[in-house]
C-alpha cells in the first residue's frame, strides 16, 4: 500500500462547478497535511495546510481532514479553467517536525469553459 | 520578497559527468528540502538539511548524490557520474525553523545524454 494515495484522474468539472479532490494515507503518525497545486511543467505551490480533524476554508478552497478514516479532501468551489492543473496531496511523514513530505501521485483536474 | 531560488533552472550532462545544483532558501529560513520528480512521477524526498547539518537523507541514494548547506552560500546537491535515469526535475523547499510548511523552488531540470 502506497503511503498516501490519489486517483490520478483526471477529474473534469464545469466552469463553475465543485472540484472534489480526496487522498487517503496509511500512515497513523502522521500529524500535517498540505495540499499543493502545480501547473505542467512548474513547482508545486502550497495551497493550503490543515492539522486538525474537520475543515479548514481558505476563499474557494477548503480541506477536510478525517484522521479516523485516514482520509484528506479538497473541495474548490467556483472552479475556473484557471484551476486546471495536477493536485498533490502530502503529509509530513511521522508525527513531529520531520521535515519529510511524502506525496501522492497527483490528480490531474480539467475545468472546462 | 524572493522566494526560493534555483540555478541553473535548465542543465544538460553528459553520461559520467558530474551536476551541481544549488538552492538558496526563502531569506530567514533555516531548513532546505530536496525533492526528485522523475517523469510521470511522484515527487519524492530525497534530503532534509539545516545549516551545516543532515538532518535526514532516507530519500537519498546510496551512491554518486551528496548534498549539503554550508554555513554561507547556497545549498549543493550534487550528483556524481551521471546517468540517464537521474533525468528528472530536481526542486528545493525551504521552511522557518518553527513552522513545516515548505515553499518549493522553480526547480532544475536535469537531462543526462
Known amino acids: 500500500q502506497k503511503e498516501v494515495e490519489q486517483n490520478s484522474g483526471p477529474l473534469s468539472v464545469p466552469e463553475g462547478a465543485i472540484a472534489s479532490l480526496n487522498c487517503t494515507y496509511s500512515?497513523?503518525?502522521?500529524?500535517?497535511f498540505f495540499w499543493y497545486r502545480q501547473y505542467s511543467g512548474k513547482s508545486p505551490e502550497l495551497i493550503m495546510s490543515i492539522y486538525s480533524n474537520g475543515d479548514k476554508e481558505d476563499g474557494r478552497f477548503t480541506a477536510q481532514l478525517n484522521k479516523a478514516s485516514q482520509y484528506v479532501s479538497l473541495l474548490i468551489r467556483d472552479s475556473q479553467p484557471s484551476d486546471s492543473a495536477t493536485y498533490l496531496c502530502a503529509l509530513e511523514h511521522g508525527s513531529g517536525n520531520t521535515g519529510k513530505l511524502i506525496f501522492g501521485q497527483g490528480t490531474t483536474l480539467q475545468v472546462k469553459p | 520578497n524572493a522566494g526560493v531560488m534555483q540555478n541553473p533552472r535548465h542543465l544538460v550532462r553528459r553520461r559520467g559527468q558530474e551536476a551541481r545544483l544549488r538552492c538558496s532558501p526563502v531569506?530567514?529560513?533555516?531548513?532546505v528540502y530536496w525533492y526528485r520528480q522523475l517523469p510521470e512521477e511522484g515527487l519524492k524526498f530525497m534530503v532534509y538539511l539545516q545549516k551545516e547539518n543532515i538532518i535526514d537523507e532516507s530519500g537519498m541514494p546510496k551512491e554518486r548524490f551528496s548534498a549539503e548547506f554550508p554555513k554561507e552560500g547556497p545549498s549543493i546537491l550534487r550528483i556524481q557520474q551521471v546517468v540517464r535515469g537521474d533525468s528528472a526535475a530536481y526542486f528545493c523547499?525551504?521552511?522557518?525553523?518553527?513552522?513545516?510548511?515548505?515553499?518549493f523552488g522553480p526547480g532544475t531540470r536535469l537531462t543526462v545524454l
Open positions: 523547499a525551504s521552511s522557518p525553523w518553527d513552522v513545516d510548511t515548505q515553499y
Open positions: 531569506k530567514g529560513h533555516s531548513h
Open positions: 500512515d497513523r503518525g502522521s500529524q500535517s
